[in-house]
T-cell receptor, first 113, second 112 residues
Framework: NAGVTQTPKFQVLKTGQSMTLQCAQDMNHNSMYWYRQDPGMGLRLIYY???????DKGEVPNGYNVSRLNKREFSLRLESAAPSQTSVYFCASKLGASNQPQHFGDGTRLSIL | RKEVEQDPGPFNVPEGATVAFNCTYS??????FFWYRQDCRKEPKLLMSVYSSGNEDGRFTAQLNRASQYISLLIRDSKLSDSATYLC?????????????FGSGTRLSIRP
């Protein structure tokens, strides 16, 4: 009963390092999303993939890239990490229909020193 | 003005009380609506969808008022475990994620 799985759960990076956050879902969902949430703030959409083979920018895409590897997997890459990217990152997925809710992974807590 | 607005709270109510939150949305093309709860440092979890005719799930009742463009969540007989942040989510009717809008959340604290 995995749902949406994110790895790693915690990561500390130095400024300028790169890393990839992994997300996989086993619910056969079409759409996948990456959000960031800063302390005391709401969710902000970074990138999304409406279906396999497509990706689009969200509200705050700068400094990030994504890959929709297949229907199950959607990764988020930080090419050169900056302290401003310290945040909790959530991956979500949903069926394509507009009346379906999103389901979230349990997050990756990322600190950039 | 934000497209989806919620009173940030915090609402601090005694156990057993009834509490209600509203969430207003500005785009009349919005089609589907949800309430999520988020515990501190955890992921948002779906609490319930909101249907046009209103719907109930145990102690929780959700209502939609399209004319006034708001949705509401009523919690009866509140429990300590209801303490969380409640997020209002509005979908403007496309599978495109850019039309899924999250409110900033309403904090609820239930005291013994």
């Amino acid at each position: 009963n995995a749902g949406v799985t994110q790895t790693p759960k915690f990561q500390v990076l130095k400024t300028g390092q790169s890393m990839t956050l992994q997300c996989a879902q086993d619910m056969n969902h079409n759409s996948m999303y990456w959000y960031r949430q800063d302390p005391g703030m709401g969710l902000r959409l970074i990138y999304y993939s409406a279906s396999e083979g497509t990706t689009d920018k969200g509200e705050v895409p700068n400094g990030y890239n994504v890959s929709r590897l297949n229907k199950r997997e959607f990764s988020l890459r930080l090419e050169s990490a900056a302290p401003s990217q310290t945040s909790v990152y959530f991956c979500a997925s949903k069926l394509g229909a507009s009346n379906q809710p999103q389901h979230f992974g349990d997050g990756t807590r990322l600190s950039i020193l | 003005r934000k497209e989806v607005e919620q009173d940030p709270g915090p609402f601090n109510v005694p156990e057993g009380a009834t509490v209600a939150f509203n969430c207003t949305y500005s785009n009349s093309a919005s089609q589907s609506f949800f309430w999520y709860r988020q515990d501190c440092r955890k992921e948002p979890k779906l609490l319930m969808s909101v249907y046009s005719s209103g719907n109930e799930d145990g102690r929780f009742t959700a209502q939609l008022n399209r004319a006034s463009q708001y949705i509401s969540l009523l919690i009866r007989d509140s429990k300590l475990s209801d303490s969380a942040t409640y997020l209002c989510v509005v979908n403007r009717g496309s599978s495109s994620a850019s039309k899924i809008i999250f409110g900033s959340g309403t904090r609820l604290s239930i005291r013994p």
